[in-house]
Structure formats: structure tokens, C-alpha cells
């Protein structure tokens, strides 16, 4: 069973740079669908960003287009979210999900959280202006 470790989360000015890091310690997880997803207080799970099969394809939320990024480092089994240009309404708690058949990523509309079994236990992120 594959587990997410997140972190990298915390406080910063709009404006600002944040990177995220999700590890699946003791697998490779180049062929499944992984993604980071938010929630902030009061709304629903919100896919962010997700990417399949070492990176041939890549979904990212219309208001992160350009700002966010979804790197990945198969050697180090780790998934990154690059924040930059952070605006306050990017305050959520963020989550790392996996998807280790790779359906998730294959949807023609934004991802949806119910189509990933495998989550990590969040990591906050707050921006202030």
C-alpha cells in the first residue's frame, strides 16, 4: 500500500514562493496519477494539479496556470508543488493524492478527489496580503 508523506507548507506574503513536497517512501511511482489538491475552509477539495505517467500529462487549475508547477523526482520518490506569485486566495490546506492505476488523470474535466484512493495527511498553506 503506498503512503504520501507531505510537507513543505507554512506562512507566507502574496507575492511569495512556496514548494511542497510529497514522498511515497519505497515506491516509483512514475506510471500513476498523482496530484495535489486544496480545500480551504467553508469549500469543496479542489484538484490544483496533477500529472501522469512521468509527466506526458499534466492538468493545472485555471487560476494557477503560469504561478504553480507539478515537478517530479523519480529518484528521490518524491512529487513537488512549486508555488510562485502566491495570492491570498490560495490559503488551504493542501493534500498530495495518488491514483496507482492512473485513471484519475484520464478525465476530460478537472480531476475529481473521489478518483484518488491514496492521500497524504495535508500541509497548510497560508498567504497573507
Known amino acids: 500500500q503506498v503512503h504520501l508523506v507531505e510537507s513543505g507548507g507554512g506562512s507566507v506574503q502574496t507575492g511569495g514562493s512556496l514548494t511542497l513536497s510529497c514522498a511515497a517512501p519505497?515506491?516509483?511511482?512514475?506510471?500513476?496519477?498523482m496530484g495535489w489538491f486544496r480545500q480551504a475552509p467553508g469549500k469543496e477539495r479542489e484538484g490544483v494539479a496533477t500529472?501522469?505517467?512521468?509527466?506526458?500529462?499534466?492538468y493545472y487549475l485555471a487560476s494557477v496556470k503560469g504561478r504553480f508547477t507539478i515537478p517530479q523526482d523519480n529518484a528521490k520518490k518524491s512529487l513537488y508543488l512549486q508555488m510562485n506569485s502566491l495570492k491570498p486566495e490560495d490559503t488551504a490546506m493542501y493534500y498530495c493524492?495518488?491514483?496507482?492505476?492512473?485513471?484519475?488523470?484520464?478525465?476530460?474535466?478537472?480531476?475529481?478527489?473521489?478518483?484518488?484512493?491514496?492521500w497524504g495527511q495535508g500541509t497548510q498553506v497560508t498567504v497573507s496580503s
Open positions: 493524492a495518488a491514483d496507482t492505476f492512473g485513471h484519475a488523470c484520464l478525465g476530460a474535466g478537472p480531476p475529481s478527489a473521489a478518483d484518488f484512493p491514496i
Open positions: 500529472i501522469y505517467t512521468g509527466g506526458r500529462y499534466t
Open positions: 519505497g515506491h516509483t511511482y512514475s506510471s500513476y496519477c
